[in-house]
């Protein structure tokens, strides 16, 4: 769990320090009061990544060089700051030499939000980047071979915006893209196949029905990637642009057979991104034998009783959960699950404690 969170510049938030007890708690206030950015904050302070953006500069406060976030998870003090020097990591006010060096012993968590419905009817990209958030926790490889491809990849689309491609550099790029492109894919696959089951029974949890849901990993191409990248070599010459790899690949979702995307009913679809996240959460747990974090953004007030109901039971009932809400009045006494939970208020750049 995380016991305290302290923030420095970081979004609409001057400064902000917190006491969190074990079950986690509820934030409570309007829009654009900082509710989802306390969040945020957490998960770059145990994943160095927001959910939200891919730059960290995006983060900072307007107007200011840099932003700070700290504290205690897991029984370990952790600093993370970036500024115009770059990002900057301490565990036990010692430097770490890198990401990778300051994940090894951070934190899981697993995010919740109302995007969350584009997971099944949005494009390609919000599932890779669903893979890419999973996989990076689940794996020390899986980040490894991530981040260079995707290092060889802008360097690809540099050389094919050249005006004078040079061939024998843009083969070598390539060569990187296949190793860690197909170490990418396997990894993927692999992992898919474990959350395919996680998934199929969670679903049933949370819809209470007989619905059958599968995933399945789709390559852009329809080879080897070797070989997909040489039948893509004219496509990609003429359009100044990668087009063959992990970066374009997807995941199919399916209720009984059908696309959800395009069959499934909206609250077929919502069940279904519960059950990704849930089942996210169970692959985590199993694999690393650590209970994640769950990070729930305003989603209570979209969902209907029985799927809310539903929700907080397939929860692990040990797990800390911190979540925003702008009301309280979807909670029932049915829902006792909740009543536990302290609640913070959230208003003119205040947090009042329970």
Same mark, same amino acid.
């Given at each position: 769990?995380?016991?305290?969170?302290?923030?420095?510049?970081?979004?609409?938030?001057?400064?902000?320090?917190?006491?969190?007890?074990?079950?986690?708690?509820?934030f409570v206030g309007q829009n654009a009061q900082g509710k989802t950015s306390i969040l945020e904050a957490v998960c770059v302070l145990l994943r160095l990544q927001s959910p939200r953006t891919h730059k960290l500069q995006a983060l900072v406060r307007f107007s200011q060089a840099g932003f700070g976030v700290a504290g205690e998870a897991w029984q370990m003090n952790r600093k993370v700051r970036y500024g115009k020097e770059g990002l900057r990591c301490e565990v036990?006010?010692?430097?770490r030499d890198g990401s990778n060096a300051y994940l090894q012993d951070g934190g899981l968590v697993v995010w919740m939000g109302n995007e969350d419905l584009e997971l099944v009817r949005g494009a390609g990209e919000t599932r890779r980047r669903y893979l890419d958030f999973m996989g990076m926790q689940w794996k020390p490889e899986y980040r490894h071979h991530w981040s260079r491809y995707r290092r060889a990849l802008k360097m690809k689309n540099m050389l094919l915006k050249e005006r004078h491609i040079d061939e024998r550099q843009l083969s070598a790029v390539e060569?990187?893209?296949?190793?860690?492109?197909?170490?990418?894919?396997d990894l993927r696959t692999e992992m898919i196949g474990m959350l395919e089951n996680w998934c199929k029974q969670?679903?049933?949890?949370?819809?209470?029905?007989?619905?059958?849901v599968s995933l399945l990993y789709q390559s852009a191409g329809s080879c080897s990637m070797r070989d997909s990248l040489r039948q893509a070599r004219e496509r990609e010459w003429r359009v100044r642009q990668s087009v063959i790899g992990p970066h374009r690949d997807d995941l199919l979702l399916r209720l009984n057979g059908l696309s959800a995307s395009e069959f499934a009913s909206e609250g077929q679809q919502r069940t279904l991104a519960l059950a990704l996240k849930l089942?996210?959460? !169970? #692959?985590?747990?199993?694999?690393? *034998?650590?209970?994640?974090?769950?990070?729930?953004?305003?989603?209570?007030?979209?969902?209907?009783?029985?799927?809310?109901? !539903? #929700?907080?039971?397939?929860?692990? *009932?040990?797990?800390?959960?911190?979540?925003t809400t702008t009301s309280m009045g979807w909670l029932s006494d049915r829902e006792d699950a909740y009543l536990n939970l302290p609640q913070f208020q959230v208003a003119e750049g205040r947090v009042s404690p329970p």
């Open positions: 769990m995380v016991r305290t969170l302290r923030m420095v510049d970081f979004r609409c938030w001057n400064t902000l320090a917190l006491e969190m007890p074990e079950c986690g708690g509820v036990e006010d010692e430097l060569e990187l893209m296949v190793a860690h492109g197909e170490s990418l894919a969670l679903h049933q949890e949370v819809s209470g029905g007989i619905e059958s089942a996210q959460g !169970a #692959l985590l747990q199993h694999e690393r *034998a650590r209970v994640p974090i769950y990070l729930l953004d305003d989603i209570f007030g979209e969902l209907d009783a029985a799927r809310r109901n !539903a #929700l907080m039971r397939a929860l692990p *009932a040990h797990a800390q959960k911190w979540i």
